[in-house]
Nanobody, 127 residues
Framework: QVQLVESGGGLVQAGGSLRLSCAASGRTFTNYAIAWFRQAPGKERDIVAAINWNSKSTYYADSVKGRFTISRDNAKYTVYLQMNSLKPEDTAVFYC????????????????????WGQGTQVTVAA
């Protein structure tokens, strides 16, 4: 299995930027598609973005298209989420997750397909 640790969250003003990191350890990193999900208080955990093993397949939720960019560095076993033009509605706990079955095919946007999860990092965007 793979272990995931998120970092990079914090408090930022609306319009600002943050870069989240998801560091993986354990099994071969390139065997996994990686996604970022987020969960705001009282809401469901929803997908934000996903990337397959070689970065050729990505997915973005409509709400973040044009503002967020997912990328990965396989040599460093790390996936990044660059978040620009942040809005108060982006406030949530952000989680990264790993999916082995869709590593080599178009990524999945389904939460149920992601087997391994990190503990999350809080992102707060002040108005």
């Amino acid at each position: 299995q793979v272990q995931l640790v998120e970092s990079g969250g914090g408090l930022v003003q609306a319009g600002g930027s943050l870069r989240l990191s998801c560091a993986a350890s354990g099994r071969t990193f390139t065997n996994y598609a990686i996604a970022w999900f987020r969960q705001a208080p009282g809401k469901e955990r929803d997908i934000v973005a996903a990337i397959n093993w070689n970065s050729k397949s990505t997915y973005y939720a409509d709400s973040v298209k044009g503002r967020f960019t997912i990328s990965r560095d396989n040599a460093k076993y790390t996936v990044y989420l660059q978040m620009n033009s942040l809005k108060p509605e982006d406030t949530a706990v952000f989680y990264c997750a790993a999916d082995r079955r869709h590593a080599f095919v178009p990524v999945s946007s389904r939460k149920a397909d992601y087997e391994y999860w990190g503990q999350g990092t809080q992102v707060t965007v002040a108005a």
